[in-house]
């Protein structure tokens, strides 16, 4: 220690040395690993008699563990050099096992199994769960699927980011000799399927009610699925497909699937696998703890300089219980207005609001003879075409609201958007071929800045109305049949939280499907009711007072032991 330098500085220059040690490590591994991987490489490239192939295609079919530390590389865009050999961590290797394992197991004795891997981010599970599926695809023709929030992210190819363009990755890097009899590069890896002439498949899907229904896998990776809308849906979709479904994700607050089942408040018991950034050699290179006994590296604070405390707590230190800083719906109380089985008053229009764009949400409502708002039913589709839409929105009517009409409202939007250049606006569309008008005349009296705000005032104004003769809220949502919807108005539509002052703006960020339910919800209230409740006609029931205080309310219902 220098004469001017403190006890903390000591330990945070210790820190950055012992990171970048560890780095230097690594690339040293690195640089050994090409060295061997080229002599066996050369070997099998002089084989006269076929015999070093042989062995090595008996070593990769049996080991996992010798195939990935010998042949499979994969990109890291943000190193010197992109193309590195994978090499796996202590925490990978223990993973994988237990992931094979679990695998093997519902082979050998028919069960079933639930797995979910919590972690920090970037943590290279993505990288981990592709690289097993092309071994089992490549030796043993095994099949799997690999879901994602949107269809982007699941594939696009020439994207690394994508989860088969990594499939893709390491399929092209490996030797010719090793790949499946008739196999070609351009002909067996299209978009959204790699596809082993002798045998399996892997495919990827977007996350969506139907998610992994059809043919069986012998696994199924939602990855990031508590980030999917439809995630408790999709889970139920796909578990007639498969014995073996994985759950992976860095926590995103409370409420989904992927929280519930962690803190064991789900029906689905899963395996539970935790990777922490403490367990990454280089990530945790010089750990010491802070003055509140919480772990901390170099690592960690270059990462928490550009993060909020919410996406520090998420991201990095697997916390379900972030903030609810800049939530707007504060007044949405599940316990009050989450109503399974709701049914529409028969008589009563149903109402469908239209939010065209790539995310199309669509939601349908009635407000019934009491003035209450009935969210029955939401239907959500990404990159879809107007007619798609149509088609699809059809079909619900007919099936779950027979023997009633329809009232169509929109966003002023689509009277403009059109799927492309050459094709009519969309509600054009509607209109032109389906005979569906989209009225949007609500709107065109309110200036586009107050339209979000007039909206979200609408949405507060029934959330905080009580029908207390009748002991009901006025907004009810079927959280079963909307569950994206439930989601927003639970925690998904917030303000914009400024990450340097940390204080919560009064711009609202534009997160989708999130934005899009709570749109639709906005504008088909204000189409029917409008902003407060002088535009509220009686209801049958005399009420006394239609808002009161969520206090006083409560003191009422305890009084009348409701």
């Given at each position: 220690m220098t004469e001017d330098s403190t006890p903390e500085l000591q330990d945070l220059q210790d820190s950055e040395r012992l990171y970048l040690e560890a780095v230097q490590k690594e690339r040293e591994a690195q640089a050994a690993a090409i060295t061997k991987r080229a002599q066996i490489l050369l070997l099998c490239e002089y084989d006269e008699t076929g015999e070093e192939i042989a062995a090595e295609l008996v070593n990769c079919r049996n080991d996992f563990f010798y195939w990935v530390e010998n042949y499979v590389w994969i990109e890291e865009p943000r190193s010197d050099i992109q193309k590195i050999p994978m090499l796996l961590y202590p925490y990978q290797r223990e993973a994988a096992t237990k992931i094979i394992g679990l695998l093997e197991d519902s082979v050998k004795n028919m069960r079933?199994?639930?797995?979910?891997?919590?972690?920090?981010?970037?943590?290279?599970?993505?990288?981990?769960?592709?690289?097993?599926?092309?071994?089992y695809w490549l030796f043993h023709n095994k099949s799997s699927l690999f879901g994602s929030r949107k269809q982007d992210l699941a594939d696009t190819l020439g994207d690394m980011k994508s989860i088969l363009e990594k499939g893709r990755y390491i399929i092209r890097n490996l030797p010719e000799w090793m790949l499946p009899k008739g196999f070609k590069l351009d002909k067996n890896m299209g978009h959204l399927l790699l596809k082993?002439?002798?045998?399996?498949?892997?495919?990827?899907?977007?996350?969506?009610?139907?998610?992994?229904?059809?043919?069986?896998?012998?696994?199924?990776?939602?990855?990031?699925?508590?980030?999917?809308?439809?995630?408790?849906?999709?889970?139920?979709?796909c578990g007639n497909s498969t014995s073996v479904r994985i759950f992976i994700s860095t926590p995103r607050g409370p409420f989904n699937k992927f929280a519930m089942m962690r803190k064991g408040e789900d029906n689905v018991k899963p395996e539970i696998i935790t990777s922490h950034w403490t367990q990454h050699p280089i990530k945790s290179a010089g750990t010491t703890r802070d003055e509140n006994g919480k772990p901390t590296s170099f690592?960690?604070?270059?990462?928490?300089?550009?993060?909020?405390?919410?996406?520090?707590?998420?991201?990095?230190?697997?916390?379900?219980?972030?903030?609810?800083?800049?939530?707007?719906?504060?007044?949405?109380?599940?316990?009050?207005?989450?109503?399974?089985?709701?049914?529409?008053?028969?008589g009563r229009t149903i109402i469908r609001v239209w939010d065209p764009g790539l995310t199309f949400y669509v939601l349908f409502m009635q407000i019934d003879?009491?003035?209450?708002?009935?969210?029955?039913?939401e239907l959500c589709l990404e990159n879809a075409h107007i007619r798609d839409v149509a088609n699809q929105v059809l079909?619900?009517?007919?099936?779950?609201?027979?023997?009633?009409?329809?009232?169509?409202?929109?966003?002023?939007?689509?009277?403009n958007r059109n799927s492309s250049a050459v094709e009519t606006p969309e509600f054009s569309t509607l209109m032109d071929e389906y005979g569906i008008y989209v009225d949007t005349s609500f709107l065109d009296s309110v200036p586009s800045y107050l339209r979000v705000k007039n909206r979200i005032q609408a949405i507060n104004n029934k959330l905080r109305e009580q029908l207390a003769p009748i002991k009901s809220q006025a907004l009810l949502i079927d959280t079963d049949a909307c569950p994206i919807l439930d989601r927003a108005l639970r925690e998904g539509y917030r303000y914009k939280v400024d990450k340097w002052t940390k204080r919560v703006t009064e711009q609202v960020d534009e997160e989708h499907p999130w934005e899009d339910a709570v749109d639709c919800l906005g504008m088909g209230i204000l189409a029917e009711i409008g902003l407060g409740t002088n535009k509220t006609s009686k209801s049958k029931l005399e009420i006394a007072k239609n808002v009161v205080s969520w206090g006083a309310y409560n003191n009422k219902r305890k009084r009348q032991g409701w």
């Open positions: 079933k199994h639930d797995i979910l891997a919590e972690k920090t981010r970037d943590m290279g599970w993505t990288w981990l769960l592709i690289t097993i599926a092309v071994w082993n002439p002798e045998g399996g498949v892997i495919t990827g899907e977007a996350a969506c009610p139907d998610f992994g229904r059809g043919d069986r896998k012998f696994f199924i990776v939602l990855d990031e699925s508590a980030s999917w809308a439809y995630d408790y849906a999709a889970a139920q979709a690592w960690y604070r270059e990462e928490c300089k550009n993060k909020s405390p919410d996406e520090i707590a998420a991201e990095l230190d697997i916390c379900y219980e972030t903030s609810t800083k800049g939530k707007v719906f504060e007044a949405y109380v599940p316990e009050w207005h989450a109503k399974k089985g709701l049914r529409p008053q028969d003879n009491y003035r209450r708002v009935l969210c029955l039913k079909s619900i009517s007919d099936m779950c609201f027979q023997n009633f009409s329809f009232i169509d409202y929109g966003d002023p939007a689509g009277r």
